[in-house]
């Protein structure tokens, strides 16, 4: 089992920066592949960011060259950069390990215009 807590949403301007966290922890809490999600209200869930390993990374096309996926293997954790955010970006933002199947609680992001 993997426990996924993730850490740094917030209320942020329009142009501003967050970093959100995921720390993984468990008996299999090994990092493989790692995905970031955002559900923004009255909508679907949908990956913004995964990352495959610390060199392979896919992102939507929403948030390339504003979003960084990246990841401590020491700290077994995972990171989501955000800069230049936008009101779009709205959204409870999820971690999930896609290797192994859980997700995190989420943590609210919100942009102000």
């Known amino acids: 089992q993997v426990h996924l807590v993730e850490s740094g949403g917030g209320l942020v301007q329009a142009g501003g920066s967050l970093r959100l966290s995921c720390a993984a922890s468990g008996s299999s809490a090994s990092l493989g592949v790692m995905g970031w999600y955002r559900q923004a209200p009255g909508k679907q869930r949908e990956q913004v960011a995964r990352?495959?390993?610390?060199?392979?990374?896919h992102y939507a096309d929403s948030v390339k060259a504003r979003f960084t996926i990246s990841r401590d293997i020491a700290k077994n954790t995972v990171y989501l950069q955000m800069n230049s955010l936008k009101p779009d970006d709205t959204g409870t933002y999820y971690c999930?390990?896609?290797?192994?199947?859980?997700w995190g609680q989420g943590t609210q992001v919100t942009v102000s215009s």
């Open positions: 999930y390990s896609v290797t192994h199947g859980y």
């Open positions: 990352s495959d390993s610390i060199i392979a990374t």
